[in-house]
């Protein structure tokens, strides 16, 4: 057993009971879940169950109607997105946000706003300090770039890059904040499965290099292969959470997918 | 007393015209999500052609009775702007529905400066005085003045609007246009023929406007080719407190801007210790747009205007 | 063709020659087209100051400013108060003009802090009221206490001077004449060229690519850490002080000021001149406000051209002006929104399929590495 203290620096993202209304439609219904530093955590269900609309809640783009989210013991929920990020939490799109008209390096760097400090002072005289600041930035962006696979593609406009480079380019452009937690909205979507392999052991390979991971993703075999737990939501509600392969066997689960209906 | 009583009926005939006005940007906004910029010289160009015909009129048959001669006035300058608003939306606004959102803005304005310029050019940079064709009497009402006129703004403007709402609430048509302003994907996908339910939206908005000229220039006695900046701008203000895209909140947003206009016209003075004077009156539609736009964005009646996620 | 490929190719010898050509400007326009041509230059100078500073706001960030000639009017009317008979003041020009740049930029906070976290066209909206309340109150604030003298406007304001050397008389050098509009020139020339550094540093860093993102997808830009509400607001405050120094600078050269130069025609005009140059390039926005200032000049010809062929001014030529302004404005979104002189990337943005080709062969490169 462990004391309340050890059991919290067990978790890194802590969801309380959080509830999400639009209009009548209960999208999020009293749901909680935690996420525990260095795991890869899948979060499924089946089309409108409401994953993409828990990420919203705890990156700050939406109110909660309920409940709280607590990054490393610090509530998010309800703070301006921008804030959310410097605590460590950073998040990429199910229908990809690149910055379309700006190059892959570009966007990657825009990600570096949060970590650094030059303002308008700065940028006019160009000091030593914000050249060494704007070369950092340049470094990072190129290492994460490389990291991602896209260094190649650096000078390329990001909305002229293929389909999976552009969610990796979005994934590099997340690292760049720095984050303790990354939540992926279906990183794999519109990949054919030899990219979704390379995506899959990319996962686990961002894992080891310290960031834990929140996944949305409807690709069971991909979630069953690198996720460490697993929770399900169904309307809203969670109906299931633990290992995979647990999961998988839970009637609930099978019931939601076969479109029987929450149990 | 009587003044505030007075204050409060000119408040409420200017008010009515406002929300005529407001009516047209609250439509187009909760449909297409845009300022329709070039709406207040919609107006514009109601009167001026109303004040044209007005003109002819009189000109070819002199005997006519007053009353005859605006209507004429009036019936063609409605179709008129109808034209004139199917005309904006299918040139300066269709094409750009899908481009970013400030080449449509840009757009807007552009064409607002065009029709004040054209406007301009037709008739010129003098006021042009509204002939009195209208009955004159004035009644008394809890010991202040209200005016044949004014009593038929506001009956004409409330008769307006009751169709504008049944035409919104009770027909195919209006339930289209509220299937559009819901999602155009969802009602196209419905079967709604979505652009003509835009168009037509502009060419309802528009014949609202002009009449809402036509009134206002009977009202002040006085067309002119900037008027519809001052006035657009005031009913774009009402729209906004109402809620935008919102009907019945432009109404109740044109009226109230009209009462707080006049009441802050007629006390202003005071208020200041002599310091503003009522030349300020303009300067309230502003204010309110500001405080509204800070303290509750989403207007008296609207629901929460955020950028969607 | 080949002149320009030629000077491409030597960005130093170009840029000898542009600043040479910059200093005897002047006196060329000043021989070739007369003296009034040199105070249009004036006047060009000024507004390239004003669309660099609205191109922030507008091109950088994305944010539309319809009222920005408010901030010029404020500028305009510090310096008239602090450095002109009407409250006796006489400060020098160099308290003054910083000092109106900074008004402008705390009321560009003002307006802006409470409106800029709402959606783009409601900006538009109140920053249209805003210039008329500004308007409005130049206009009325002449009782019960003179600030603004009204509608007369206020004059007998001080040029700008180095101690005793004043701009607004002509001066002698080495025998040649020098008019107070080919000194106000040089003056107006470094404080453009300053402003276009501070312009270009500010959109090469990491303030800059801020504004961008936030043009882009605002969501995306907060999702990714950034205050959008206060990068905006930066863009705003920095636009607003352009303004403010540029409304003093107007001030001082005119020596006269009223509620008339500082219209919603104004604001438009130099949204004009960015839309029509190209929004957030520098180049461009420098080419629209001249090419702007000079047509209407040059449209005074129309009168002339209109005597000559019917015998009378059926169309008077300032009416014009506005009308072509705004079938330039809706024509420039219509078909060319890039305008006439973009920058590379919005080019490339347009001709996706030579990126497509340069993509392809990238990924050959994949393939072999
Ligand atoms: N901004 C919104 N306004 C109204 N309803 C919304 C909004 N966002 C989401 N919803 C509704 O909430 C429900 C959950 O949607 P959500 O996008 O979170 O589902 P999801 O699990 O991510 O589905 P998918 O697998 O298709 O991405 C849906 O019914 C959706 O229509
Ligand atoms: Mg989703």
């Not at chain 1, 989210?69 to 998040?91: I, K, M, S």
């Not at chain 1, 929140?214 to 299931?240: P, Q, S």
């Not at chain 2, 405080?291 to 964005?297: A, E």
Request: aromatic share 8%.
């Amino acid at each position: 057993m462990f004391t309340m203290r050890e059991a919290e620096a067990m978790t890194l993202l802590d969801v309380e009971r959080v509830g999400k209304r639009f209009g009548g439609l209960a999208a999020l219904d009293d749901v909680s879940l935690s996420v525990r530093p260095g795991e890869i955590y899948g979060l499924i269900g089946p089309n409108g169950a409401g994953k993409t609309t828990l990420f919203n809640c705890m990156t700050g783009l939406y109110r909660v109607s309920e409940g709280t989210v607590r990054l490393d013991g610090r509530v998010v929920h309800n703070r301006p997105p921008h804030e959310v990020v410097r605590q460590g939490f950073a998040r990429t799109f199910q229908n990809i946000r690149l910055f379309p008209n700006m190059t892959a390096l570009e966007n990657v760097m825009v990600g570096r706003h949060v970590r650094t400090r030059a303002g308008v002072l700065g940028a006019v005289l160009r000091g030593a300090r914000t050249r060494d600041e704007e070369a950092a930035i340049r470094a990072r962006a190129h290492e994460l770039l490389q990291f991602v696979g896209l260094e190649r593609k650096a000078r390329v406009l990001a909305g002229h890059l293929a389909y999976g480079e552009q969610r990796r380019l979005e994934i590099a452009r997340a690292l760049a904040t720095e984050p303790k937690l990354l939540a992926l909205d279906e990183p794999v979507a519109g990949m054919n499965p030899s990219e979704r392999r390379q995506m899959a052991e990319f996962f686990l390979k961002l894992r080891d290099s310290g960031v834990t991971l929140l996944l949305i993703e409807h690709d069971v075999k991909l979630v069953m292969g690198v996720c460490d737990r697993v929770a399900v939501l169904d309307y809203g509600k969670k109906i299931a959470e633990g290992a995979p392969d647990a999961v998988q066997r839970d009637p609930a689960v099978i019931a939601a997918y076969l479109g029987v209906g929450a149990a | 007393m009587d003044i505030f009583v007075q204050q409060l009926i000119n408040g409420l005939v200017l008010g009515s015209i406002y929300a005529l006005v407001a009516l047209g940007y609250t439509m187009v906004y909760g449909i297409l999500e845009l300022i329709n910029f070039a709406h207040g010289e919609v107006t514009m160009i109601g009167a001026m052609v109303a004040l044209a015909v007005i003109g002819a009129l009189m000109g070819v048959a002199p005997d006519l009775p007053g009353i005859v001669i605006v209507l004429g006035g009036v019936l063609v300058a409605v179709p008129v702007c109808m034209l004139l608003g199917f005309g904006i939306e299918r040139l300066a606004y269709r094409p750009l529905r899908n481009a970013p959102r400030l080449a449509p803005l840009i757009t807007a304005i552009g064409l607002s400066i065009v029709l004040q310029n054209v406007a301009m050019l037709i008739w010129g940079r003098q006021y042009i005085a509204f002939p009195p064709l209208l009955p004159q009497g004035s009644h008394e009402v809890l010991g202040a003045h209200i005016s044949t006129l004014q009593l038929f703004i506001v009956a004409l403007s409330v008769l307006v609007m009751l169709g504008l709402w049944f035409v919104v609430q009770k027909t195919r048509l209006g339930r289209a246009m509220r299937a559009t302003a819901q999602s155009r994907e969802v009602a196209a996908l419905m079967g709604v023929n979505v652009n003509s339910v835009i168009a037509t939206t502009f060419v309802i908005g528009s014949a609202l406007a002009a009449l809402a000229g036509v009134m206002v220039s009977a009202y002040y006695g006085l067309a002119h080719y900037y008027m519809g900046f001052l006035l657009g701008l005031k009913a774009f203000s009402a729209a906004v407190l109402g809620g935008i895209g919102n009907i019945a909140g432009a109404m109740l947003g044109g009226l109230l801007l009209g009462v707080i206009e006049a009441l802050g016209a007629g006390y202003i003075g005071d208020l200041t210790g002599g310091f503003l004077g009522s030349n300020y009156q303009d300067v309230f539609a502003f204010f309110i747009l500001i405080l509204v736009l800070v303290f509750r964005p989403s207007g008296l009646l609207g629901e929460r205007v955020a950028s969607r996620a | 063709m080949r002149i320009v490929d030629f000077l491409r190719a030597r960005p130093r010898l170009a840029l000898l020659l542009l600043a040479i050509l910059l200093a005897v400007l002047p006196f060329l326009v000043g021989a070739g087209l007369g003296k009034s041509w040199v105070r249009v230059l004036d006047f060009a100078l000024l507004y390239v100051m004003l669309a660099l500073g609205l191109n922030i706001v507008v091109g950088y960030a994305g944010l539309l400013d319809l009222g920005y000639v408010a901030f010029y009017a404020l500028g305009a009317y510090l310096y008239a108060w602090l450095a002109s008979p009407h409250f006796g003041l006489h400060l020098p020009f160099w308290a003054v003009l910083p000092l109106g740049a900074l008004l402008a930029g705390v009321f560009g906070v003002l307006l802006g802090a409470p409106t800029l976290r709402l959606r783009g066209d409601y900006l538009a909206i109140v920053t249209l009221g805003f210039g008329e309340i500004i308007r409005i109150f130049m206009n009325n604030l002449d009782a019960p206490i003179n600030i603004t003298n009204g509608p007369q406007g206020m004059n007998l304001i001080d040029p700008i001077a180095f101690g005793g050397f004043a701009l607004s008389k002509t001066h002698k050098f080495f025998g040649i004449g020098v008019s107070n509009a080919h000194l106000y020139y040089y003056l107006f020339l470094a404080f453009v060229l300053a402003l276009i550094f501070v312009a270009m540093r500010l959109q090469d860093s990491r303030i800059g690519r801020a504004w961008a993102a936030i043009r882009e997808d605002e969501v995306a830009a907060s999702a990714m850490g950034i205050d959008t509400r206060n990068v905006k607001l930066l863009a705003f405050a920095m636009g607003a002080t352009f303004g403010g120094l540029a409304g003093g600078l107007f001030s001082a050269f005119q020596g006269f000021i009223s509620p008339e130069s500082f219209g919603l025609m104004e604001s438009i005009m130099i949204l004009c001149m960015i839309v029509l140059g190209g929004m957030g390039h520098i180049p461009g926005v420098i080419l629209g406000a001249v090419l702007l200032t000079v047509l209407p000049e040059a449209l005074r010809y129309v009168g002339d051209w209109q005597r000559a062929l019917i015998g009378r001014v059926a169309v008077d030529p300032a009416d014009l002006r506005m009308l072509l302004f705004g079938c330039a404005l809706i024509l420039m979104m219509l078909f060319r929104p890039e305008g006439l002189w973009p920058s590379r990337q919005r080019k490339r943005e347009l001709h996706a399929a030579d990126e497509v080709a340069e993509q392809e062969s990238a990924s050959v490169y994949d393939a072999r590495g």
